[in-house]
């Protein structure tokens, strides 16, 4: 079976940091591209990042790049996303999905995705 579990998520001020977690089983992240996704109340779900451990590619939307480092552990199976400089704007629930290929054109479309994880609040106070 298949699963992600998405973490870290938590309440932080205007400008704090926070680092979520994708522990990936069942799939190894080394044949999957992993990917961040993230839904505000009353919001569709938006693209955050990408990255394939396989050609070492990452993707940000741009929204977010600049302020938030995607990164994977093969050994531990987990990818991570450090968020820095965080605005209210980033509050939401951010999922963490999987992909079996690498679409460098089309990172961003969730529909592409077999897998997805439960989702972590972050929460932004300004």
């Known amino acids: 079976e298949v699963q992600l579990q998405a973490s870290g998520g938590g309440l932080v001020q205007d400008g704090g940091s926070l680092t979520l977690s994708c522990a990936v089983f069942?799939?190894?992240?080394?044949?999957?591209?992993i990917g961040w996704f993230r839904q505000a109340p009353g919001v569709e779900r938006e693209p955050v990042s990408c990255i394939s451990t396989t050609d070492d590619s990452e993707y940000y939307a741009d929204s977010v790049n600049g302020r938030f480092i995607i990164s994977a552990d093969n050994a531990k199976n987990t990818v991570y996303l450090q968020m820095n400089d965080l605005k209210p704007e980033d509050t939401a629930v951010y999922y963490c999905?999987?992909?079996?290929?690498?679409?460098?054109?089309?990172?961003?479309?969730?529909?592409?995705?077999?897998?997805w994880g439960q989702g972590t609040l972050v929460t932004v106070s300004s």
């Open positions: 999905a999987a992909d079996p290929l690498v679409r460098p054109g089309q990172w961003y479309e969730a529909k592409l995705y077999d897998y």
């Open positions: 069942g799939i190894t992240i080394d044949d999957y591209a």
